[in-house]
Each structure stands twice: as C-alpha cells, then as structure tokens.
C-alpha cells in the first residue's frame, strides 16, 4: 500500500508540475508563410510577427516591420514589437476593474496600470502550432488559465494569420471563456515602416485615419471616459496628410484611440490608409472593431534593432484594432466582456500595393 501510495503521489504531482510548467518546454520556432514576392516570418513565442517583406514600386523588396534578430531579444523586449497582445491590450486604470460584483487586481506594469495585459502577457508565452501551410495560413493556439495576471477564468486563445488573394494579409483572432466571464482585447502590435524597417522616421508618410472621434485620455494615458470629435485638432486624419504634419500641436507624439466611424451593422470596415512616397507603397486596414490605436513609436529609444539598425522615436507607426482602452472601467465604452458560451472574434485585413 505504501509503494502504491507513493506511486499516486508521484503521479499527481508530475501531473501538477505539468501543469503549471509544462506549456514551458514547448520548441520555439520560426514560421515562413510566403506567396510570390510577399512574405511573413511568425514565431510561436507570443505569435509575433517578426519580418514583413514587401515590394516596392520597382519590384524592390523590403521589410517594412521592425524587430530583432534574435528570438532572445524579443523575450527581453519592452516594445511588444509584432506581438499578438492579451488577454486585454491596451491600459486598465488602477489595475483592476469590477465584474460581476467582485474586483479584479492584476500587475500594475505601467506607472500603476496594466499594459497589454500586465508583466507576463500573451505577446510572452509560447503558442501551440496548430496548423501550417506555407502559401495559405498559420493557426496558433494558447489556453490562458483562470487568473493568468489577475483575470477571471479559463480562456482558449487562436489566431490564423492568412494570406488573401495575392496581396492581402488577414489576422483572424478568437478566444472563448469556459467557465467565467472576462473581459477580452486582443490586438496585434506590428510597428510599420512602409519605406523599410531601416528607412528612418515615418513623419513623411501620409495617412488617413476612418475615425471622426477620439477617447481623450489624462496624463497616464488612461481614458477620462469622453468620446471627443477629432475635426479641426491635430488629431484630424479625415483627410490625408502627413504624419508629422501638425505634430507640434501633439507634445510627444500620437498614441491614441480612434473611434471608428459607421461601424453599425457591418462586418469589416476601413481603419486607415498609409502611404509612403518614395517606395509608392500603400496599406489599407480593415477591422470588425470598434477602435484603432494610432502610436507613433515614441516611446522608441535608440533600440537595437534588425541588422544592428537603431530605431529611434518615430520611427514606425502602429494601428491596433481593438476595443476601447480601459472600458472595463467606463460603462459607455462598448463593453469587452466575453461570457462562457459566447465567442469572441476580432478580425484584420490588410491590403499591400505598390505604384
């Protein structure tokens, strides 16, 4: 009985250890999805996208997102470049909200908020592969445990990134909670350059932004629960101009979230345009969200980046689908709160040219 005992004790605790350590010793690998002059390097550590190498109007080819060379720095990497972001991206005030009559504490990893999901979130675990064809798709999943940095219940995680027609790129994310409701704001965090990587700042490059509204927010960068008209404000992107055009009217920069117009009744609407002169390189977004975060990398610090290039403030732009920033907080934003049995679907497309 003694021998059996201890064999059951061993077996429940190589059981434990499995699971809470296990998802640890998963390979991390590098995916290449690739179609004609069009191609996506993806890693399984935080599904991140690490190289998007494009045409240019001439048929030069560039990688128009920033990173590193190693996956090591990407583990040591305060940036979040190219990760898949989660449970919810973005800030929570005061690290915590209330649901369902009980409060929610998570890691205060921003000037005593949370960030992108606090001090070990999505875009910092290894994925699972589920499903891989180099001239179609890549399917990654993650299953977030009941108080992974403070959030409420079991969570399974899947993103496909997808490559439509010959040209477009498509980044499909779901979750589905299994035993409690949570709030949930996954967004993908690609910096982009569409003059390359190593181009230099992007305050040349044109962009127009689908979004007449702003969620203005304090000094923290935490919503004040306003929703504001962008007309006439450095914030108006209505029409096209260059980034850098009325940044003096920005101290610091653009980091922001848009509000995205006639997003009623529609499955995907136009986020952005951005184009870039020189490369005649032009990307559309499209999104089933209701907001876009507009940043203009300036919190970049002489970083280190591909091919020993230093990448400074502006030096790319990001567009982050997503909902509202902190609306677990502010009951008139959309809500984000994803009950057991529900779905939730956030969905990206972008489309690459060049003329």
């Not at 952005?272 to 507009?294: D, H, Y």
């Not at 980046?305 to 990001?318: I, P, T």
């Amino acid at each position: 009985m003694a021998k059996n005992s201890f064999f059951y004790f061993f077996a429940f605790f190589t059981l434990f250890l499995c699971k809470n350590s296990c998802r640890a010793t998963e390979e991390i690998k590098v995916y290449d999805l690739k179609k004609g002059d069009f191609s996506v390097k993806i890693t399984n550590y935080g599904a991140t996208v690490l190289s998007v190498i494009l045409p240019d109007k001439n048929g030069k080819l560039d990688d128009v997102v920033l990173g590193y060379d190693s996956i090591d720095d990407y583990k040591n990497d305060t940036t979040y470049f190219g990760g898949l972001i989660g449970r919810v991206a973005n800030r929570i005030g005061g690290a915590k909200f209330e649901l369902n009559g009980v409060e929610y504490k998570l890691p205060a990893n921003d000037h005593g908020n949370t960030l992108h999901g606090g001090s070990k979130g999505f875009s910092s675990v290894i994925w699972t592969v589920e499903d891989f064809e180099e001239d179609s798709h890549l399917t990654l999943t993650y299953n977030s445990f009941d108080g992974e940095q403070g959030f409420p219940g079991n969570l399974s995680v899947e993103v496909t990134y997808m490559f439509i027609e010959t040209n477009k790129l498509a980044l499909i994310m779901q979750a589905k909670p299994h035993n409690k409701a949570t709030p949930v704001n996954l967004a993908s965090h690609s910096y982009w350059n569409l003059g390359g990587h190593n181009s230099g700042d992007i305050l040349s490059q044109t962009i127009q932004i689908f979004g007449s509204k702003i969620t203005p927010v304090n000094d923290k960068l935490i919503p004040n629960g306003e929703i504001t008209p962008v007309k006439g404000s450095g914030f108006d992107f209505l029409q096209p101009r260059t980034i850098g055009s009325k940044l003096s009217e920005i101290p610091g920069g653009y980091d922001i979230n848009y509000v995205l117009d006639n997003t009623e009744g529609k499955h995907l609407q136009r986020v952005a345009i951005v184009q870039e002169s020189k490369s005649g390189r032009k990307m559309e977004l499209w999104t089933n969200k209701p907001g876009v975060q507009f940043y203009t990398s300036n919190m970049l610090d002489n970083v280190k980046g591909k091919g020993g290039f230093v990448y400074s403030k502006y030096a790319a732009l990001c567009l982050e689908t997503q909902g509202f920033p902190d609306s677990v907080n502010h009951p008139n934003f959309p809500s984000q709160i994803v009950n057991p049995g529900e779905t939730y679907k956030h969905i990206m497309v972008y489309r690459f040219t060049a003329s």
